[in-house]
């Protein structure tokens, strides 16, 4: 992770922006302190896997094999 100074960052604009492009975090230091982050935007299969991920703490895969016992009504009257 790459570290800069605010007048640094505000200088050389267009080059941290190229370096968050190709993958690189950018921390921004004020003081020396950090006071904001310049991250790469996820890719879109890495944005979909995310998104699989908290679908899957919600969901719950149980038995979708076995007959429930319920007639359904496009049954009815089949043999």
Known sequence: ????KV????AHLPK????A??????TVLSRGRPIARLVPVAGAGESAR???VA?????RI???ISPLGVE???TRGRS
Do not use: H, I, N, P
């Open 1 to 4: 992770m790459k570290q800069v």
């Open 21 to 26: 492009e190709a993958g690189e975090t950018v």
């Open 62 to 64: 149980g038995d979708v």
């Open 7 to 10: 007048t640094d960052f505000r």
């Open 50 to 52: 995310e998104k699989l």
């Open 72 to 74: 359904w009504s496009a």
């Open 16 to 19: 941290y922006l190229a370096k």
């Open 55 to 59: 679908l899957r703490k919600q969901a």
